[in-house]
């Protein structure tokens, strides 16, 4: 990741995107923006939200199953579970 500009933080906490950076990734006016906070390495990554999914997608692909029947057999055992501590 490399510097691209330094903004100001406002009064209110407020930044200005330089608009050749709006330009760039098709920020309107009311577009939203998904912020994170990365304390471990004191950083701010702004993401636009129209590309997120673009960018989890396939994240936690697998995790259930890969296969329908691994997913059936995953959710069934799950469901079990409930009904055993209730």
Same mark, same amino acid.
């Given at each position: 990741?490399? @510097?691209?500009?330094?903004?100001?933080?406002?009064?209110?906490?407020? =930044?200005? #995107? +330089?608009?050749?950076?709006?330009? %760039? !990734?098709?920020?309107?006016?009311?577009?939203? @923006?998904?912020?994170?906070?990365?304390?471990?390495?004191?950083?701010? =990554?702004? #993401? +636009?939200?129209?590309?997120?999914? %673009? !960018?989890?997608?396939?994240?936690?692909?697998?995790?259930?199953?890969?296969?329908?029947?691994?997913?059936?057999?995953? =959710?069934?055992?799950?469901?079990?579970?409930?009904?055993?501590?209730?």
């Amino acid at each position: 990741m490399k @510097l691209i500009n330094s903004v100001r933080v406002g009064k209110k906490g407020q =930044i200005v #995107i +330089p608009e050749y950076i709006r330009r %760039s !990734l098709k920020l309107e006016e009311n577009s939203i @923006l998904s912020i994170y906070l990365d304390s471990d390495e004191d950083k701010v =990554i702004l #993401i +636009p939200a129209n590309k997120l999914g %673009s !960018l989890t997608r396939g994240l936690i692909k697998g995790v259930w199953g890969n296969t329908r029947k691994e997913v059936d057999r995953y =959710i069934k055992k799950e469901r079990e579970s409930w009904n055993r501590n209730y």
